[in-house]
């Protein structure tokens, strides 16, 4: 079992930066594969950006240029940074493991344990 607890979140003006943090206990962390998931209200869940367990990364094109995820294994811990941040940025982000998965791993059912998710506002 994996237990995965996000901080982080805020309220923040457009233009603005935030960094989201993801604490993992439980299972050895170090070969997971980590993902970043948001869901706005009204919209389903989506993939955000996500960080293998050797530190290669993929992202959605929405965020490009603008998020950079990594990790810090002695921590067990894996960070968003958020910069130029938008209103549509508003949402629940989520940090999900995956024991099978890498970079490339966009979906949902390609993680298996998931956290409570943290609340971000960006205000126009």
């Known amino acids: 079992q994996v237990q995965l607890v996000e901080s982080g979140g805020g309220l923040v003006q457009a233009g603005g930066s935030l960094r989201l943090s993801c604490a993992a206990s439980?299972?050895?962390?170090?070969?997971?594969?980590m993902g970043w998931f948001r869901q706005a209200p009204e919209k389903e869940r989506e993939f955000v950006a996500a960080i293998s367990w050797n530190r290669y990364t993929g992202y959605a094109d929405s965020v490009k240029g603008r998020f950079t995820i990594s990790r810090d294994n002695a921590k067990n811990t894996v960070y968003l940074q958020m910069n130029s941040l938008k209103p549509e940025d508003t949402a629940v982000y989520t940090c999900?493991?995956?024991?099978?998965?890498?970079?490339?791993?966009?979906?949902?059912?390609?993680?298996?344990?998931w956290g409570q998710g943290t609340r971000v506002t960006v205000s126009s």
């Open positions: 999900a493991a995956s024991l099978t998965g890498s970079h490339t791993s966009v979906t949902s059912r390609e993680y298996d344990y």
């Open positions: 439980g299972r050895t962390f170090t070969r997971y594969a």
